[in-house]
């Protein structure tokens, strides 16, 4: 992997980034601003010493005015000149000058001509022979005369000099401790993000034993966690995975080898006719087992794919008595006592279709896996803000601890007769809760209820 791809090595090269910029806004701020400030000091001190140069020039006789510019520059530490403006047009003409071996250049200096022609103090940076020096010009009161002062900049430039090289000195471990700690701050979010990449490509491989751990804080540490409850989830929906196929494969494989085994008694020519009605009844019975697994599971890939639901305002208390016409015939020759009771008439927001099946998964039940002559009722009632269609039943009832699970995809209670897929309620219960609904449990010795309950419809109905 190419290091800049790296987040580590991204996040490196952007700390080393942050500190260069750092270093370099820090000296282009500090070393040009201190030497505006040396620079300025210097200034003021050279208008200060003009002034009093200048206000003493008018009582310095022509004879003395040599020396006069001599013992000034050696008190200001600056070039002291007194010059005679002459013109038009404007000339400047040296009285004095402290540097006696100076170039007759120093009559043409740009500050002190300024002056001379404003009458007002004037102050800025030239650079005569190589050097920087600072002066300020101030024409004498009442006179004729230009007074200039000029200091070298040398002492300024040292300093500025200096703080630079420690600036440079003081930046060479600044960036090497910054180095430092991106490296090992990269390395160590590097670590953890290839962990979370070998994580994410076991779970890609199905593998979900090992789990997926990170101790931060942070994002990576969130990430980590989501990672570790896709696994869990993952591995959860593998586990029902593996368990549907094998349940699927049991179910299907039990009436397959009776209708095979049917079908081999059959051919024998010597089978009396009683005989052979007898295994057609089973074989018989054996297709219809099949009919049904295979709706179930028709069902569970509807509900797997998000099958559309057409919802809409839907009266309870039709479909229960469509319920009650439609297994009449069958609880008659089971010997179930079947009622319908409507309480109340509630309109729900729900399925038509979907509401009918789970109503008739509920009625199946109770009919197939209670004993003969047990009642079954048919309820309709309203609580709060939903519709309930209850189907209730005198029988046994379910023990508590399997109460929850008769929602499982498979499972069925010990004792339960043959025919049934285990696919019923847990089909019944997700189609409600499709419809925003759910189906609920309620289950004691000498009573058994199931409920369907849907949101009702309000102002649509």
Not at 9 to 14: D, K, P, V, Y
Not at 167 to 186: D, E, I, K, R, Y
Not at 194 to 203: P, W
Not at 419 to 448: F, H, K, N, Q
Request: proline letters at 4%.
């Amino acid at each position: 992997m190419k290091p800049l791809r790296s987040v580590g090595g991204q996040l490196l090269a952007a700390l080393i980034g942050v500190v260069l910029i750092a270093l370099a806004t820090t000296y282009l701020m500090v070393v040009p601003t201190l030497d505006q400030n040396l620079v300025s000091n210097r200034l003021n001190e050279l208008e200060r010493s003009a002034n009093n140069v200048a206000a003493a020039v008018p009582r310095v006789s022509q004879l003395y005015l040599q020396s006069y510019a001599l013992d000034s520059a050696s008190e200001v530490d600056a070039r002291v000149v007194v010059f005679q403006t002459l013109g038009p047009p404007l000339e400047l003409l040296v009285q004095a000058d402290s540097l006696t071996t100076a170039p007759p250049a120093i009559s043409k200096d740009r500050i002190a001509l300024e002056a001379a022609k404003t009458g007002r103090v004037v102050r800025g940076t030239v650079k005569r022979g190589g050097v920087r020096r600072a002066e300020v010009a101030e024409s004498v009161p009442e006179t004729s005369e230009v007074v200039l002062l000029s200091g070298s900049l040398s002492g300024v430039k040292r300093t500025v000099s200096s703080v630079r090289r420690q600036l440079l000195v003081a930046a060479f471990p600044s960036l090497v401790l910054a180095l430092a700690l991106g490296f090992l701050g990269a390395r160590g979010l590097s670590r953890r993000v290839r962990r979370l990449e070998r994580a994410a490509d076991r779970i890609a491989a199905g593998e979900f034993e090992e789990p997926v751990e990170d101790g931060g804080n942070d994002e990576i540490g969130e990430l980590a966690r989501s990672f570790e409850r896709m696994r869990l989830r993952l591995a959860q929906l593998e586990e029902a995975r593996r368990e549907f196929i094998a349940n699927a494969s049991h179910e299907l494989r039990t009436p397959i080898f009776a209708l095979s085994g049917s079908l081999e008694l059959l051919a024998e020519e010597e089978m009396d006719e009683q005989s052979r009605g007898e295994f057609i009844e089973t074989m018989r019975g054996q297709v219809e087992r099949l009919r049904k697994l295979a709706t179930a599971l028709l069902d569970l890939s509807r509900l797997d794919a998000g099958l559309d639901l057409t919802l809409e305002p839907l009266p309870l208390a039709p479909v229960a008595e469509a319920l009650g016409k439609e297994f009449k015939a069958a609880a008659e020759l089971l010997e179930h006592p079947l009622s319908v009771s409507l309480e109340a008439s509630p309109v729900a927001r729900a399925d038509e279709q979907r509401t009918l099946q789970i109503g008739r998964i509920l009625l199946e039940n109770a009919l197939l896996h209670t004993p003969r002559g047990t009642a079954v009722a048919i309820r309709v009632t309203e609580s709060g803000e939903n519709g309930v269609l209850t189907v209730a039943d005198g029988g046994s009832g379910i023990p508590t601890t399997d109460q929850e699970r008769v929602f499982e995809r498979f499972f069925r209670l010990e004792g339960e007769r043959s025919s049934g897929s285990g696919l019923g309620l847990a089909i019944a219960r997700e189609w409600a809760m499709r419809m925003g609904g759910t189906v609920t449990l309620d289950s004691r010795p000498g009573s058994t209820r199931f409920s369907l309950e849907l949101p009702l419809a309000g102002d649509e109905a």
